[in-house]
């Protein structure tokens, strides 16, 4: 996961199509109102049950469990939280889509169902904020469909290996080609006086510049959407902190924030800036 709710506490992740087809339109496997509303109207009636029996067994707990059963609670409370966020767009007319089956059996597709669920998600303002992590660390993960039968992180410590090189260069065209994707269906999806590309920010990188030498330094960052603009390469000094360029993209979005991380600074990128 890149997503954290603190320091210490990673925020789960989901992989799976079908769950976040789920979570975005509920379990009914469908986008249709009337559907979706029956369902809704139902799982709000489980959750009030398990409210109430939750409070009649809190008192007759310990201290210890009674904590357990608080974070339980929590738990229920977002999922309640959630219900009534779709319950306040249940009426919108959301566009047919099948409910994925699970997970693809190639990258390459789950990759691409991955991105169009964030694409619709965005179409239909269900959330205005994702992440997407292509290639965990360590991954075993193989590219059989590009002819790389290899190991990606092996791969990814290449000591120069000129055809080690060759596939990792393959595997980064490879996930950048399907990003490009995803950015082609913003652009190509109308929203208010432009499209969805037009009023997004997207950012595409890495954790690292030299995998091979696990260096951080010097890291090629992509800015994409009418937000932060585009079309230009700006190359800053060494050792900009990567938070400074956060917190100019922060700005952009109207969240102004005066400092995160290990920033120094904001970076200047406007076109005139």
């Not at 990673?10 to 559907?35: A, I, K």
């Not at 009674?66 to 966020?85: H, W």
């Not at 959407?225 to 230009?232: D, K, M, N």
Request: hydrophobic residues 35%; charged residues 25%.
């Amino acid at each position: 996961t890149i997503s954290w709710a603190n320091d210490t506490t990673p925020l789960p992740m989901e992989n799976n199509p079908r769950v976040v087809f789920e979570r975005l339109f509920g379990d009914s496997g469908s986008t249709d109102p009337t559907v979706r509303k029956a369902r809704l109207a139902k799982d709000a009636s489980l959750l009030d049950s398990v409210t109430e029996r939750a409070d009649d067994l809190s008192r007759q707990l310990g201290t210890g469990d009674r904590r357990k059963l608080t974070q339980y609670l929590d738990a229920v409370r977002d999922i309640e939280r959630r219900i009534q966020m779709a319950e306040l767009q249940s009426d919108r007319e959301l566009p047919v889509v099948e409910q994925p089956a699970g997970v693809p059996g190639t990258f390459g597709e789950h990759a691409q169902l991955m991105f169009d669920l964030m694409a619709l998600a965005y179409e239909t303002d269900l959330t205005r904020v994702t992440t997407f992590m292509m290639g965990r660390e360590i991954t075993g993960r193989t590219y059989s469909e590009i002819g790389v039968p290899d190991a990606h992180h092996p791969i990814s410590h290449h000591q120069k290996d000129p055809a080690k090189l060759a596939k990792l260069t393959k595997i980064n065209q490879y996930h950048c080609e399907l990003f490009a994707k995803f950015i082609e269906r913003l652009s190509n999806t109308p929203d208010g006086d432009g499209t969805l590309l037009d009023h997004s920010m997207i950012v595409y990188g890495a954790g690292m510049a030299d995998s091979n030498a696990h260096a951080s330094q010097n890291l090629p960052i992509l800015l994409a959407g009418g937000v932060a603009g585009g079309g230009r390469h700006i190359m800053y000094p060494e050792d900009t902190p990567l938070a400074n360029l956060q917190l100019s993209l922060l700005d952009k979005l109207g969240v102004p924030t005066e400092s995160l991380g290990h920033a120094t600074g904001k970076l200047p990128i406007d076109p005139l800036g």
